[in-house]
């Protein structure tokens, strides 16, 4: 299916089907997508074949697009050269890049470089057509991941609870829908090799992209690369030029919201996918997580420090 997939797709994008010498070659790393670079006419790009069923998780290829052309515009990811519909299938330049170690990335250097990437999306990206408020998105894949009988844990109510004791304190100081990128694991981070002693950072995997918080994104980022107290300091300090107690606690309670929901992002992918991944495991080590972050005994602090 996927060399036929990628030929259909290659077959759909002008300037390769005009090609005489076309390349294909897998990439890995991707869990719910395909990824094949393709190499024509002394130009390499990527092709990016959207996973079967992702639009059980929310994800709208078109905004995913949106967002990834806006931050190719920006300086921030790969450019998006062609958009295939309707299937939602992206190509980009190719970055000739490496990946970042995720000891070197919670490096000084490295952090000051992710909070400006990320403040020049939020700042400056267009509005985007999609949302991303991680109570809503918990709510949906639940109620997708129980209509099809996965399985939930014990403790859910408590789960829950704490949950509802978050979003009811963020209300009282409403976060302004931003464009977010919302994904910021370790693999969605390239250098990207440019002349000069630095690389220059790009940014992949717009999927999840939409009009979110700006402290999910910097709590996302901080809880995939388990940031010390130092390095969150670092973060913020190099994101709004000083750690207030509020941002802290804001980045703190998000940090636990986003285990949530890649606690609930697996439980859902145990009922849908049919890749031959165990997603109860990582459904359960970020429950785990999650449960090690509400129950800290300063959780009722950065809950009132929010306000």
Known sequence: MNTLAI????????????????KKIP????ITNLNFKIEADGKAYVIRLAGEGTEQLGIKRDVECAANRAAGELGIAPEVVYFIEPEGYIVTRFV?????MPEDIIKPDYLVRVAQKLRLFHRNAPKLKGEFNVFRRVEMLTKMARSKGAKFPNDWDFIMKKMREAEMVLLRDPYKPTPCHNDLL????LDEEVAGDIGELRLLDWEYAGMGDIFFDLG????????????????????FGEMKP???????IMWAMSELHESMWGTTQTVISKLEEDFQGYADLWFGRYRMDVTDYRWEKWLRDVK
């Open 27 to 30: 990439l890995s790393g991707g």
């Open 186 to 189: 370790n693999l969605n981070w």
């Open 246 to 252: 509020k941002h802290y606690a804001r980045l703190r």
């Open 7 to 22: 030929d259909k797709a290659i077959a759909r994008v002008p300037f390769l089907a005009e090609s005489k010498n076309v």
């Open 96 to 100: 000739n890049g490496r990946r970042i």
């Open 220 to 239: 996302n980022f901080s809880h995939h690369h388990r940031l010390n107290e130092d390095q969150i300091r670092i973060l913020l300090t190099a994101y």
